[in-house]
């Protein structure tokens, strides 16, 4: 039986067998792939601990099911298109049976370089399909790949580094990035200095920057596969081993490195790939994102390729050489699927649509959204100017924790609404709930969105620290998966994502802790504390406006803000930088100390109307001071 869901009654029926006997439905799925050997049950869990285990003792390699099982069947189709930053530089296609090729080879160089299964691998790499290679052939080795997006700075390197105690790194000696060279070997060599379990760094050469290259430690990527077989055998995993570590902000303290395991996260990206974009043998895909993010990993790599799809990957930018780079891409490569954040549509809407014009977008069957609550007036510009108002706009919901899409419309199967990510996947058990746990049943709630049954690709921990993601995730609501979102469910039970509620902010569709910027901010000398909240902003969705009380003595405002963003940039990467910064006389605290959030998200977000009730503020004037000097620019 097909693993595809072809009509709207199928996805019903799926749905509902989903719920009720997710072993057999989750069961048959898995069947599809190779595995060493078959798991005993389907799934254990117990969400109070947690411990969630799928597919148990089942044995399987994830390469093997996208390298191995496609070498005879669809050896010659393409699975990677790549396109570089400069339209000039040439196309790079691997089939099926040249990226066989590389992940072995480069697998065999690790392995010559020290490492195996269940070492950390960090990559820090450009958009190339050598980042690819590099996290198959982790996976191929049973090695663990952290990857970290290529615009962190090298303290952000660093923690993640020590965090996960990695002995290799693998990187490049720059990126390119629209008309700017970055050089990330310079970075991981700062970050280095304050680490002490890397022992080979492989350096991909792709800017021809000048690099340092220290000997004993570092290496190029050309001489490390020099010599190395074609082939290389797949380390046997069990279906619970960890396959990666990805690092994401939370709420508090520093980012905390999600764990997902090989065996559930393989059934769970191929169900979502297919049924969610309706993949169809030789469709291209292209998923826009940067695979330092959880949709690269998901749905550039692990979902299309376990699917036999062909991937596109972009190293550049929207904007460059010009504003039409998408489309023209889209129309040079006959794209099928389009996949991205709405950040992009509402920055490339700007541009007006005379850009668009001269590509031909009939190739494009799905377009989809990700990362962030899509506006209507973006929705509407998305679906009628890309789409042609003839494909299917799905509105994916999901998280780093997730793994894969959670709710989402199925391309042309299930009806869409703007704005609405509309309806759960088969095997996803939303609920919405108050503030006390209580589950708001039937249409026309709101509340807080939870998960109430395990899912195969979830997270099982976060790395080195369980308790964390107990206490995370799955103390607030007993018994379910708290998601850290608002979320609405209509009157056709349809359900809207509302945002974070809790101190988590979405820069751009990139997810940030305001804790962590705030830590950033203080590290400046001048600065005596801050507060970080997020405001409404046209094109990022939201923009980062952080409050500061400082010492002045030398400084001027302009400068001390220039400053500040800096640190920011040094500390965390110039994505953390605030839009907006506030020098104010002091913070609105309870008389406990905390501060009033409430307060400054609604002078951030120029809401200055009604500013409640302030009587249990310490010092209730604060609020008139902070407002007579609000940045209200939009
Ligand atoms: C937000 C990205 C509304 C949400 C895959 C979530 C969304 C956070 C959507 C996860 C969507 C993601 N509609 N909000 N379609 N998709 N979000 O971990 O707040 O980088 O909790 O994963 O992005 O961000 P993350």
């Known amino acids: 039986m097909s693993n595809k869901i072809q009509t709207l ?3 019903i029926h799926e749905y509902q067998k989903s719920v009720l006997q997710p ?23 117990d969400f109070e601990k947690p411990d969630v285990k799928w597919f148990v003792n089942g044995k399987v390699n994830i390469t093997e099911n996208i390298l191995d099982r496609h070498l005879f069947t669809i050896g010659d189709r393409k699975a990677i298109i790549w396109e570089a930053n400069e339209p000039g530089e040439a196309t790079v296609e691997l089939t099926y049976r040249e990226l066989y090729e590389k992940v072995c080879q480069f697998s065999n160089a690790m392995k ?36 970290v997006f290529a615009g962190f700075s090298a303290t952000s390197l660093a923690d993640r580094i020590n965090d996960c105690q990695a002995k290799m790194v693998l990187t490049s000696d720059g990126n390119f990035r629209g008309s700017k060279a970055i050089p990330v070997k310079a970075v991981v060599d700062d ?30 990527w050309h001489d490390a596969i020099e010599g190395q077989a074609l082939s290389c055998p797949a380390e046997v995993m069990d279906s619970e081993d960890v396959l990666y570590i990805l690092y994401t902000s939370g709420s508090t303290g520093k980012p905390k490195g999600v764990v997902h395991t090989v065996g559930g996260y393989m059934v769970y990206t191929y169900y979502t790939f297919l049924n969610v974009f309706q993949y169809t043998a030789g469709d291209v895909f292209w998923c826009t994102a940067d695979v330092g993010w959880v949709t690269g990993h998901s749905y550039i790599v692990y979902g299309p390729l376990l699917a036999g799809a062909t991937t596109l990957m972009f190293e550049g930018v929207p904007t460059y050489p010009k504003p039409n780079r998408f489309w023209q891409i889209i129309d040079k490569y006959k794209v099928n699927q389009f996949y991205t954040a709405p950040t992009a549509i509402r920055a490339l809407q700007a541009y007006g649509l005379d850009i668009i014009e001269p590509f031909d977008l009939s190739s494009l069957k799905v377009i989809g959204s990700v990362g962030e609550p899509i506006n209507e ?29 959670m709710i989402s419309a199925i391309a042309g199967i299930t009806p869409t609404k703007p704005a609405f990510a509309s309806l759960p996947l088969p095997g996803i058990q939303p609920i919405i709930v108050d503030a006390e746990g209580k589950e708001l049943k039937g249409n026309n709630v709101e509340g807080n969105l939870c998960i109430k049954f395990p899912w195969p690709s979830m997270l099982r921990t976060t790395w080195g620290d369980h308790e964390r993601c107990r206490q995370t995730y799955f103390s607030t609501y007993k018994g379910m ?3 850290g979102d608002g979320a609405k469910r209509d009157h056709d039970g349809y359900i809207r994502i509302l945002g974070r509620v809790d101190d988590v902010i979405n820069v751009s569709g990139h997810r940030m802790g305001t804790a962590e910027i705030e830590n950033a901010i203080n590290e400046h ?30 400084r001027t405002e302009a400068n001390l803000k220039d400053e500040i963003r800096l640190t920011v940039a040094n500390i965390i990467g110039p994505i953390a930088k605030p839009d907006k910064i506030q020098i104010v006389p002091g913070l609105p605290k309870t008389r406990s100390g905390k501060i009033m959030r409430r307060i400054l998200r609604k002078v951030a977000s120029n809401d200055l109307g009604n500013m409640g009730d302030t009587s249990t503020l310490l010092d209730p004037d604060v609020v008139q001071a902070i407002i007579e000097t609000a940045d209200t620019a939009s």
């Open 23 to 45: 072993e057999e439905f989750w069961g048959r799925i898995a069947e599809s792939f190779h595995w060493k050997k078959h798991w005993d049950s389907v799934m254990e869990w």
């Open 191 to 220: 970050a280095l200095k304050s680490c002490t379990t890397v022992e080979k760094v492989i350096v991909l050469k792709r800017t021809g920057t000048d690099v340092s290259m220290k000997s004993g430690l570092d290496m190029w």
């Open 481 to 483: 998966y708290f998601t």
């Open 525 to 554: 000398p001048k600065v005596i504390e801050s507060a970080v909240v997020g405001y409404p902003h046209d094109v990022k969705g939201q923009g980062i406006y952080a409050y500061v009380i400082c010492d002045m003595e030398g």
């Open 112 to 147: 010559a370089n020290g490492v195996g299964k269940g070492d950390r691998v960090i990559i820090y790499m450009p958009m190339v399909p050598e980042a690819a290679i590099a996290m198959l052939a982790c996976a191929r080795i049973g090695a663990i790949h952290s990857v």
């Open 9 to 11: 009654s199928g996805y």
């Open 377 to 405: 007036e973006a929705w509407h510009w998305y679906h009628s100017h890309i789409g042609k108002g003839n494909c299917p706009l799905v509105d994916t919901w999901w998280q780093t924790e997730t793994g894969g899409i």
